[in-house]
């Protein structure tokens, strides 16, 4: 299974955005200031699409990703 990390700037802001994940029921691992998703071929389009979309609002509303 392939696994998709994404770094942070300390471990506060990785668990701030790990937990607004997971109210968006997306599951994801926190290892400092990584998180790690795993794919899968289970996963649709629209799951990617909704995980990036939430990735993007949350990041945003955090001030990490600016758009």
Known sequence: TPLAVVSFNNNEEAGEFTRKLIDEQIIVGQKKERIR???????????????????????????????
């Open 37 to 67: 998703l795993c794919l899968s071929v289970e996963h649709s389009k629209e799951d990617l699409d909704f995980c990036l979309h939430k990735f993007e609002v949350i990041g945003n509303a955090l001030g990490i990703v600016k758009t």
